[in-house]
């Protein structure tokens, strides 16, 4: 009778978590279905309202002579606009990289963590295999495994001081992330996701697309974690 017990508990705990899992990629579709929509009106939208006043602004300092404060005026409005052109730009990649779609996870990667990492004044050590041996990947992998680097290598920034090192590694049929600082080691290393603070979500991401994640942890703040992943669900 015990166990039967034990039996029907261990099927109805797999049968949660598979549901659960489900759910939150379900939850992470629509989501970025809704990033996805933002990116483009960004880009077709405003992109195209700020490139049009560029070139009426460029129309007009063609046809006319802009001196003293005129001139200092339009030049200035210029490069507003200017910034304002390659900020919408930067906005769109960072909510919807056109890297990872055109080129492919590694490039994607490659172009965030310079970019993260070059804005909060930290060097960075990056290993990513040759573009040539990046495994097949769906869509939904592809953007999950990004997600899911772009979340813990923010968190683990608030912790850094010196260097962040990220490494993917394909390991026979899996594919491994690792990311890391110079603190990493003062952590207490944890697989449990109902530990608090943003581990929680990012494990939970980790699990729908089938993978496993530790992390070290100090007062609930991340300090390096490894999510390993089979291939065979990533495809």
């Given at each position: 009778m015990g166990a039967t017990v034990a039996v029907n508990q261990s099927e109805k705990k797999g049968f949660v978590e598979r549901r659960s899992s489900s759910v939150i990629a379900h939850l992470h579709g629509l989501e970025e279905e809704r990033i996805t929509a933002v990116a483009r009106e960004l880009h077709d939208e405003l992109g195209g309202l700020l490139v049009g006043a560029m070139m009426d602004l460029?129309?007009?300092?063609?046809?006319?002579?802009?001196?003293?404060?005129?001139?200092?005026?339009?030049?200035?409005?210029?490069?507003?606009?200017?910034?304002?052109?390659?900020?919408?730009?930067?906005?769109?990649?960072?909510?919807?990289?056109?890297l990872l779609e055109n080129v492919g996870l590694f490039a994607a990667l490659r172009w965030h963590v310079k970019e993260v990492c070059d804005r909060a004044g930290l060097r960075f050590h990056l290993e990513l295999p040759e573009q040539q041996h990046q495994p097949a990947l769906s869509p939904g992998a592809a953007i999950a495994?990004?997600?899911?680097?772009?979340?813990?290598?923010?968190?683990i920034l608030r912790a850094a001081r010196q260097q962040i090192v990220v490494k993917v590694i394909l390991d026979k049929d899996l594919?491994?992330?690792?990311?890391?600082?110079?603190?990493?080691?003062?952590?207490?290393?944890?697989?449990?996701?109902?530990?608090?603070?943003?581990?929680?979500?990012?494990a939970?991401?980790?699990?729908?697309?089938?993978?496993?994640?530790?992390?070290?942890?100090?007062?609930?703040?991340?300090?390096?974690a490894t999510a390993r992943f089979s291939l065979a669900r990533l495809s």
């Open positions: 460029a129309w007009i300092k063609q046809r006319m002579e802009a001196h003293g404060e005129m001139g200092e005026k339009l030049a200035r409005a210029q490069q507003t606009l200017s910034q304002a052109i390659s900020r919408t730009r930067r906005m769109v990649e960072e909510l919807r990289p056109s495994l990004y997600r899911i680097t772009e979340a813990l290598l923010g968190a594919l491994v992330l690792n990311i890391a600082n110079e603190r990493e080691s003062t952590g207490t290393v944890t697989e449990d996701p109902r530990q608090p603070g943003e581990f929680t979500s990012i939970y991401r980790v699990g729908s697309i089938g993978g496993s994640i530790s992390v070290a942890l100090k007062d609930n703040a991340i300090l390096g």
